[in-house]
Structure formats: structure tokens, C-alpha cells
């Protein structure tokens, strides 16, 4: 068993470990050690005891946040699943059809022609 120096706090400790999981070992350490020195900074010196309880702490109240915010994003994601799951069993009698109107080409080349006579016509009545 493999057997990795950390530093928390500003104190070496030597932790074991499973082999291959000496990454996973020192990024937690390097995470302890983040709360930790802020406590020491704000606090000062305190017992290796009450610094390693507060910091663990700290990290888990970050955990559970982050706990939260994941389960509210499973929970919309499975919402979300369930909206396309339904979209794609769909009928098609139920699908919604949704119309846009086009006025045709010619159509509106008709009214063109007939504002421009219109247009004409106001003209002749205006200079007679």
C-alpha cells in the first residue's frame, strides 16, 4: 500500500493509500489544505485537532451545496427528458400546426397595380 506525504495546514502528515489512487489522495489533501490555510489566516494558530475539524467542515458544507445544485439539475434534466420523450411519442393529431400566412405573389402584384391606378386617379382629380 502506497504511502504519500501531504502537507495540511502548513503540518506534513503520511497518509496510505490503494494503489493508483495517490492523484485522488493529493488532490483531496490539496483541497483540505486550501481550507485550512484560510482558517489559519483569519484565525491564526490553532490545534491541529480543531484544524482539521473545522477545515473538514468547511469542505463539506461545499459539498452538500454542490450536492444540492446537482440534484436540482438531475431533477431538471429528468423534467426535460420526459418533455422530449413526450414531444417524440407525440401523434400527430396531437401536434399543434401553426399557420402562417403568405399573401401570394400575385396577389401582390395586383394590389401594386392597383395602388398605382389609384395613386393615378387622385392625380387626375387633383389637377382638373
Not at 483531496?28 to 481550507?35: K, T, V
Not at 490555510?37 to 473545522?54: C, D, F, K, N, V
Amino acid at each position: 500500500m502506497p504511502e504519500v506525504d501531504v502537507e495540511i495546514g502548513g503540518r506534513k502528515f503520511e497518509v496510505a493509500c490503494q494503489e493508483g489512487e495517490e492523484h485522488y489522495l493529493r488532490a483531496a489533501a490539496a483541497m483540505l489544505d486550501e481550507e485550512a490555510s484560510l482558517l489559519t489566516a483569519q484565525i491564526g494558530r490553532i490545534p491541529e485537532a480543531r484544524m482539521l475539524l473545522m477545515a473538514g467542515l468547511m469542505l463539506a458544507d461545499k459539498t452538500a451545496g454542490v450536492q444540492d445544485k446537482l440534484r436540482e439539475s438531475e431533477d431538471k434534466m429528468t423534467e426535460k427528458e420526459a418533455e422530449l420523450d413526450q414531444l417524440r411519442n407525440a401523434q400527430p393529431g396531437e401536434v399543434q400546426r401553426i399557420e402562417v400566412p403568405v399573401i401570394p405573389q400575385a396577389a401582390l402584384a395586383a394590389l401594386d397595380s392597383l395602388a398605382k391606378r389609384a395613386e393615378a386617379l387622385a392625380e387626375r382629380a387633383e389637377s382638373s
